[in-house]
């Protein structure tokens, strides 16, 4: 490396310049090199010549060469000793604007070797007169711990960090505690450390004071940090709950939305110790206007507001309750804003203002943006559901919309008619010839599937249901397998029902779909069908024609102790996702590990771990899903077993209503990594889950319904070959 | 940077991103890629999304004020400055003093030499970034005191086809410029109901607002307790606070909008604006952006006032007025011919979008009431008060 380069080129010439003896022309060297180096050329070859320029008064050069080091020590360490000395003087220089460039610079370089040098400076800066040396050399502690934990502990760096949270200087408080702060994670996330471990940075009653008062004197960001580490504090009673909460409501006036967020957090943290009801009250009415001005903001700044509003929402649903018209789309605002803005519409809707709700989707479902108009659509389906007595105003938007005949539009909206059908049998039988008048237009299977399903529902009121499903059943083995399953089960439907006049079509059928058909799932269901239709008609009908469950709309996305948790992260990228750090960070602190944890967790806590383990256990879907053929049937009920935590919360019903955040979804997205994971999967959604178990709108009773003595039932089906691939 | 996003289908993309990597690129990794600078790097951590952008924006908006522009020939020009700024502003992942203010007395286009005089300057200016008022120098003299206010109200309206408000609101921020001497102590008053209903009954013309958000130097404290608006301004330019209004908002301009689709060749567009507001007053830099099927081939347009002309790459027939005094209005007819299309798809009519200003007048009702100042010296000073009202693509009208 080292090597003197060729006597000519870039490089040589600005060695040559470097070295000159006038000062302007040796800047102005310096300025090239950062040049290339900014546009990713080597210059390391030039390290001594510019460290030879290291000495010098001029403040701007001497940033400028500090910078050059920065992004060489790593390569070069043995060259960066040379320039140690010079560190060292610079954080004994009267300009304290040099002293601090110099401490922090040095606690930048990465590099084992300076560090033993860093520790003597570093105690000095730690102590200096001048405030802004101090706040830099705080955040050096950080950088050192970083690098060599060790040299931390025993120059007592630690002791002092925690004198100067008292520090009278309110921007050496915020940087102290965000050092502290950065050191405790890092402590605590080392494997092998329990649980009962305090940590680091363990907040008392005397720091919470402290924290308090900096509070309102920092910068904005120091608000952040300080925010940040009262979120971690442990309330001894109500009565100190209550005096944090109205410290740091103040804060939601703040012009920062990080800082409004940061309050937000401490505040939904705080307030589960007050018991005061009037003081919750006040605290949720305060928090909806800074939540709404958020939205005023920069598009990426409201998305981050809209995806903790749509946690809070879960939690809280009274908070915006009168402020829906404020999530209206502007035609304008990005696809990613407008489908997050929906979401709460919905979360929002009431009979107050479902009208204003329903004419403005109904807008939106005349928008050129397929995907923007598909979902608007979903969410008059979702509103017709969660307000039954707007139901029939929902149906007859959606007939408005049927009636554009533009293909998209009327494909979702026979999509999500199948929904209304489920909460409320036979109340909109009459739009079933509009529906089955659009058959041709629809090409997708989803559509097509939904559609078949509803005529299977309805085959004794639809005089010509056989001719219909006759239309499907001559390109069955054309069709994707989803449809496939629809057809079976709608003819199987429509013979229980109509006998006379189908039993010729329910024996092409069975014979096409047990003969023809590749998908091991159709042949299956064909095969129980079959067996079933002979054996015990009676039976037949007792599960092929069972009541199913109602559907509803899930209050909550997540798992209730997932949303606490959550809530605590507001603002962070955790929030954001709706998923535990955890899964996204990839430390994977699963495992045994958490499970010993869990015995020592109170049972509050032993819930909210819970619930990170369904969610993270998405991880080892592999395992789930990976059981062999002999024991395929005792295997599967352990790999059911596993969802089982989330098929008991509301997401269970969140999955019957077909609706995307199946936790599978979650699965696919977590592991695949991304967005194509979650869309390809999403056929399978409908069929069958990822389990072959039936789930949308299929009409046999769940796994257990299945005759267990099956022969030919083969338990890996290969929809979950399919998911398995994609992992 | 870009990784902190979910990977779900649709991913916001940061506007300013590809600027800011020239920026900072080969300085990513060596700097700030430590495991605090989730900021920008991957998300290693459980970063603070919220903070990320708005440091980001922050960032552009200090680029914006040292170089005028950020693009990238800027960036280009002025890699160094940018260099000393993120410097500056960041450490080790850690937002530090991002007061432009503060940032310019030392932080400069100019090199600035250390000697011994310079350390003396150089405490002060470390004791201002780091004190608690970081957004002011302790001594800062002007012959003549004086203070801007400038209240500006951007209104966001969308209307429906049928007439309907669907939404209006006000998005105002009041921008203040402050040349007074010393460290002077303002007291500043609106006409805001919460606080009018408190000390004076009587008064009508109380505007109702949804929200303060305001700069760090307001005591929240204080406006917590009493809704008093006290602070130690910046010196020059800032924001002092922005505010939401939702009740009672006066619309400046009436669009009546009638588009008729005749057959499937011809839209006709008869669009009359008027203006809604005391005749002393004037709109002015009107733009009405008139939307047209994609496949318009031509459109002929008449207007009385202004000029109109069909813009066919961006589908829509532009109508600018210069000015139009209150009290009056104008219209604009206008037909499009289209060509047939096999597709039938129908036109998805996105709404009309309006531009315009209007000076010394806000939606909101909003009128500064007072602003107080109090030094020591106890000078005199002058203060101006501007009021103006606008719009920027968010005023959208359904037809």
């Known amino acids: 490396m080292s090597i003197r380069a060729p006597r000519k080129g870039e490089n040589y010439e600005l060695s040559v310049d470097l070295n000159s003896e006038y000062r302007e022309k040796r800047k102005d060297a310096i300025k090239r090199t950062i040049a290339s180096m900014t546009v990713g050329k080597d210059v390391s070859g030039l390290f001594p010549d510019v460290l030879k320029n290291m000495q010098t008064d001029d403040l701007e050069q001497k940033k400028l060469v500090y910078l050059y080091l920065m992004n060489y020590a790593k390569t070069q360490p043995e060259l960066v000793i040379l320039a140690v000395n010079t560190f060292v003087k610079d954080t004994d220089d009267p300009n304290p604007l040099v002293r601090a460039l110099a401490i922090r610079t040095m606690g930048c370089l990465r590099a084992e070797k300076i560090i033993d040098y860093l520790c003597d400076p570093l105690q000095k800066c730690l102590r200096d007169e001048n405030p802004y040396v101090r706040k830099t050399a705080a955040l050096c502690v950080a950088k050192l711990y970083d690098l060599k934990p060790e040299l931390v502990i025993d120059n007592g760096f630690l002791e002092q960090l925690h004198e100067m949270i008292a520090d009278s200087n309110p921007m050496v408080v915020a940087n102290t505690v965000a050092a502290l702060t950065d050191i405790h994670i890092a402590a605590t996330s080392q494997p092998g450390t329990s649980s009962s471990d305090p940590g680091v940075f363990v907040i008392t009653t005397s720091i919470l004071n402290k924290l308090l008062i900096a509070l309102n004197e920092c910068s904005e960001w120091g608000r952040v940090a300080i925010l940040n580490a009262l979120a971690r504090y442990v309330a001894q009673d109500e009565k100190e709950s209550e005096h944090i909460c109205e410290r740091v409501v103040p804060q939601f006036q703040h012009v920062n939305g990080s800082v409004v967020l940061a309050a937000v957090k401490v505040i939904m943290i705080h307030m589960r110790g007050v018991r005061r009801e009037e003081l919750t009250k006040q605290l949720v009415r305060k928090m909806a206007p800074p939540l709404v001005t958020l939205l005023s903001s920069p598009p990426e700044v409201q998305w981050v507001a809209l995806r903790n509003i749509n946690l809070l929402l879960q939690k809280r649903p009274d908070v915006l309750s009168n402020e829906m018209r404020v999530f209206f789309c502007k035609y304008n605002d990005p696809l990613y804003v407008k489908v997050e803005k929906l979401d709460i519409m919905v979360r929002l809707a009431s009979e107050n203002n479902v009208d204003a709700l329903l004419s403005e989707l109904k807008e939106y479902s005349s928008e050129v943006d397929v995907d923007f108009v598909r979902k608007s659509i979903k969410a008059i389906g979702q509103t017709a559901i969660k307000i039954e007595s707007a139901a029939e105003r929902c149906v007859n938007v959606l007939l408005d919309l049927i009636s554009t005949r533009v293909s998209y539009v009327v494909q979702e909206a026979v999509v999500v008619m199948k929904d209304i059908f489920r909460k409320y049998p036979s109340t909109y039988e009459g739009i079933i010839p509009v529906l089955c008048s659009n058959l041709d237009e629809l090409d997708e299977p989803e559509a097509k599937a939904s559609l078949i399903w509803i005529i299977g529902e309805y085959a004794n009121t639809i005089d010509n249901a056989d001719e219909l499903l006759g239309i499907f059943v001559d390109s069955f083995t054309e069709e994707a397998y989803p449809v496939q399953l629809q057809t079976l089960t709608a003819v199987v439907k429509l013979f229980l029902k109509k006998p006379d006049s189908s039993q010729g079509i329910v024996q092409k059928v069975l014979n096409t779909a047990t003969k023809d058909c590749d998908s091991p799932d159709v042949r299956d269901r064909a095969y129980i069908y079959w067996r079933l239709l002979s054996m015990d008609p009676a039976a037949a009908k007792a599960v092929v024609l069972a009541h199913r469950p109602p559907i509803s709309i899930p209050r909550t996305t997540v798992a209730p102790a997932l949303l606490e948790e959550l809530l605590g992260e507001v603002g962070s990228l955790a929030s954001v996702y709706h998923k535990p750090a955890e899964t996204f960070i990839g430390k994977g602190r699963v495992g045994a590990d958490s499970v010993r944890k869990g015995g020592e967790l109170s049972e509050d806590q032993f819930s909210t771990q819970k619930a990170l383990q369904t969610v993270v256990a998405g991880q080892q879907a592999e395992n789930l899903l990976d059981f062999d053929d002999g024991p395929g049937l005792e295997g599967q009920p352990s790999g059911l077993a596993a969802t089982e935590v989330l098929s008991n919360t509301p997401a269970a019903a969140n999955l019957l209503a077909g609706t995307s955040s199946n936790p599978l979804d979650d699965l696919v997205s977590i592991f695949g990594g991304g967005g194509s994971g979650g869309l390809s999967l999403a056929p399978s959604t409908f069929g069958g889950g990822g389990f072959g178990m039936p789930i949308t709108p299929a009409p046999v009773t769940p796994a257990s319904g299945y005759p267990a003595s099956k022969p030919n039932v083969q338990s890996p089906p290969q929809q979950q070959d399919d998911l398995l691939g994609l992992f | ?399």
């Open chain 2, 1 to 399: 940077m870009l990784s902190l996003y979910s990977t779900d289908d649709q991913l916001p993309t940061y506007s300013g991103y590809k600027s800011y990597r020239t920026a900072t690129s080969g300085r990513l990794s060596s700097h700030w890629g430590l495991p605090a600078s989730s900021t920008l790097q991957d998300s290693r951590t459980n970063a603070n999304a919220a903070l990320v952008f708005e440091y980001c924006y922050r960032f552009i908006n200090i680029c914006k004020s040292y170089f005028g522009k950020i693009d990238e020939e800027a960036v280009k020009n002025n890699f160094v400055v940018i260099y000393e700024l993120i410097d500056e502003i960041n450490d080790f992942g850690y937002p530090q003093n991002s007061e432009i203010d503060t940032l310019k007395s030392y932080i400069t286009t100019e090199s600035i030499v250390s000697s011994s005089i310079a350390a003396e300057e150089s405490s002060k200016i470390t004791s201002q970034a780091t004190g608690a008022t970081s957004w002011r120098r302790a001594d800062v003299k002007y012959k003549k005191n004086e203070a801007f206010v400038d209240v500006i109200e951007t209104v966001n309206l969308s209307m429906s086809a049928k007439g309907n408000l669907l939404r209006a609101d006000v998005d105002g921020h009041i921008q203040m410029r402050a040349y007074l001497s010393g460290t002077p102590e303002c007291k500043f008053g609106l006409n805001d109901k919460l606080v009018i209903d408190k000390n004076e009954k009587g008064i009508s013309d109380a505007v109702e607002l949804d929200d303060c958000r305001f700069h760090q130097c307001v005591r929240l404290n204080d406006f917590d307790a009493t809704r008093t608006i006290s602070f130690i301004p910046p010196d020059g330019e800032f924001e002092l606070m922005r505010y939401r209004s939702t009740s009672n908002v006066k619309l400046p301009l009436r669009i009546i909008p009638s588009v008729t689709e005749v057959g499937t060749t011809q839209v006709q567009y008869t669009i009359t604006v008027k203006t809604n507001f005391n005749n002393k007053l004037s709109a002015t830099n009107i733009v009405l952006r008139i939307p047209t099927p994609l496949n318009t081939t031509t459109a002929e347009c008449k207007v009385a006032t202004g000029k109109a002309k069909y813009v066919p790459a961006e589908n829509v027939i532009v109508w600018k007025i210069a000015r139009l005094q209150g009290g009056q209005e104008c219209s604009l007819t206008a037909s499009a011919a289209l060509t047939i299309t096999t597709t039938r798809q129908v036109w998805a009519r996105p709404p009309i979008e309006v531009d315009f200003q209007v000076l010394m007048f806000t939606a909101s009702g909003l009128i500064v009431r007072f602003l107080k100042v109090f030094e020591k010296s106890n000078y005199n000073s002058v203060k101006w008060v501007r009021y103006l009202t606008k719009a920027e693509g968010s005023y959208q009208i359904r037809f």
